[in-house]
């Protein structure tokens, strides 16, 4: 099996390095260039990786069965269809797996009961339907699983045009609609888990907190009395409260806080005033005692007060409500994607206070965003994330909080275009995520977070490239201490474009034709089981 792993070095400035990366493909589910997994954009397409004791439990498309229920312990090859629930190539459309008491529930669909919640206990006899909350084909479209206290609570549909509030204990009998509920129009939303409790956005849209008991299902506070509408959105727990966006008049939305009392639920500041949209707040996140967020794009604080409520930072952060960058709590940091205005939104740290608020690192100095997401803690003082640096190209970075110290960790995906790294999941001492590396379609993938490090392994002095600059022939000649691996000869132009390839060329020396090439810059790149050699050279006539 060959894993791929790209660097461009100059070789006028530095010389022919290789680096060893610890991350490995572990799977070809669907062969080819098919994509087990779905297709990565921007914005991709869901991808639910679940760690599930020792085995980690995932939905994929094998190309035979369509999208279903996985697992794998971790190894190369090592992941296995758990159940086919849809027999046939439809899939069964697996969504929000959510542990419970030693279980994972998700919603399926099974072809006769239509999307309903599901069980598993990672056993092909243990995966089952719980309940089909909905009889019939129509499905009850399970969302928001959540777990609050010892239940698990979901938004589901008892009808066309009956939304409910479901709670589970995990048996049949024991999965009901929640009591003292009752909705119209709009269901259940903004499921959120604080001090044993569920708070949603309740029945006439305000807020809502529940037990699983009548006597402890209660509107929480009537936010918007006149507009009948709070739109209650972007809601998160955080050291002991709610923080969300909420409107107290039509289209103003603002944001709030409570502890789950009507005295503790208010609203922290108007930060634009008029009943024109609001600020929109959005991003909640607890650092240093303080609540970070993004209000009109901006980065705001407060520590859950009126008067602690004030704009942090003239900086822009989350533009979009479905922006999937993240805030990351890293050592003595926080950091985040932001704009200055001048480089685009690129990675930012700070120490909690604006003075210690700074750019990390410019990582596309195109002009254009890097925009980091997905930021995931690892370990040895490195975290994780996505970022872009033109032409398709989104790959897996690391960075240990400084700007020498953040780089490109892989680029899984050669030339032009990218892998689009995402899921990122920690597990067991390694990162698991998807990745396409241009092959085999986006599979999954495995970066032990312990021995992660880029390391030396070869020297310029173990493989030449000659003549540079090239005419008619380039030849690429290993020494004999070079390791013996099978390995591929691609020749790129200064535009992404393979313009040559060669597999596991017997010979010590490989002869590579440049004679019908256009002259340019181009870059030779060997790829082996983990390792990647590369370096650029001219070619004129």
């Known amino acids: 099996m060959r894993f791929i792993y790209y660097l461009s070095l100059m070789p006028w400035l530095l010389p022919w390095q290789t680096f060893a990366q610890s991350a490995n493909r572990i799977t070809d589910l669907n062969p080819t260039t098919a994509h087990t997994f779905p297709e990565g954009a921007f914005y991709g397409k869901p991808v639910h990786l679940i760690p599930f004791g020792d085995k980690i439990l995932f939905a994929a498309d094998d ?41 994972a529930y998700f919603a399926a669909n099974d072809g006769i009961t239509g999307q309903e919640l599901w069980v598993t206990d990672g056993t092909e006899s243990g995966t089952q339907l719980l309940k089909d909350l909905r009889p019939g084909t129509s499905g009850s479209n399970p969302l928001d699983l959540t777990v609050a206290g010892d239940l698990l609570f ?36 903004q499921l959120t888990a604080l001090n044993g409790k569920l708070y949603f956005s309740g029945p006439d849209r305000e807020l809502w907190a529940t037990d699983g008991t009548v006597a402890g299902t209660f509107r929480v506070k009537e936010i918007s009395p006149n507009s009948g509408n709070s739109y209650l959105e972007h809601m998160v727990a955080l050291n002991g409260k709610l923080y969300f966006s909420a409107d107290d008049q039509p289209f103003n939305s603002e944001p709030w806080v409570s502890d789950g009392s009507e005295a503790g639920t208010f609203r922290l500041r108007e930060i634009e005033p008029g009943t024109t949209y609001g600020s929109n707040p959005r991003k909640f996140h607890y650092f240093k005692e303080k609540v970070f967020f993004a209000a009109n794009g901006m980065l705001w604080i407060t520590d859950g007060t009126p008067d602690g409520t004030d704009l942090f930072k003239n900086i822009t952060v989350f533009q979009a409500s479905n922006d999937i960058s993240n805030f990351l709590t890293f050592g003595d940091h926080l950091y985040f994607p932001a704009d200055d205005g001048f480089k685009g939104r690129e990675l930012w740290r700070t120490d909690g206070s604006p003075a210690g ?7 596309n100095n195109n002009f254009f965003d890097s925009a980091p997401e997905e930021m995931t803690a690892g370990a040895n003082g490195l975290f994780w994330f996505r970022a872009y640096t033109g032409n398709g190209d989104w790959e897996l970075w690391k960075s240990d909080g400084t700007g020498a110290g953040t780089i490109r960790a892989a680029d899984l995906q050669p030339g032009a275009g990218g892998s689009y790294p995402q899921a990122f999941t920690p597990w067991n001492g390694a990162l698991l995520f998807v990745a396409d590396d241009g092959a085999h379609g986006r599979e999954l993938w495995k970066l032990d977070l312990v021995t992660g490090q880029n390391n030396l392994l070869w020297s310029g002095e173990t493989v030449s490239v000659t003549p540079n600059p090239a005419n008619e ?51 030779v790149v060997l790829l082996s089981a983990g390792d990647v050699f590369t370096r650029q050279v001219l070619i004129h006539h």
Do not use: M
Not at 160 to 179: N, R, S, Y
């Open 63 to 103: 190309g035979i069965h369509g999208p279903e229920l996985w697992v794998s312990d971790g190894t190369t090859d090592g992941a296995t269809l758990l159940k086919d629930i849809r027999p046939g190539s439809v899939g069964s459309g697996i969504s929000g797996f959510t542990e419970l008491k030693g279980k």
């Open 473 to 523: 022939l380039l030849h690429v000649r290993f020494s004999p201490v070079a390791p013996a691996v099978e390995y591929s000869l691609r020749l790129y132009n200064g535009a992404g474009q393979q313009v040559y390839t060669a597999e596991n060329p017997a010979a010590e020396t490989a002869v590579v034709p440049t004679g019908q090439l256009p002259p340019g810059v181009y870059s």
């Open 357 to 363: 608020t700074v750019l990390v690192k410019d990582i």
């Open 154 to 189: 979901c938004a589901a549909d008892l009808s066309a045009t009956e939304p409910a509030l479901w709670q589970t204990d995990g048996t049949e009998a024991g999965t009901v609609v929640t009591p003292g509920l009752t909705f119209s129009g709009l269901g259940p939303a």
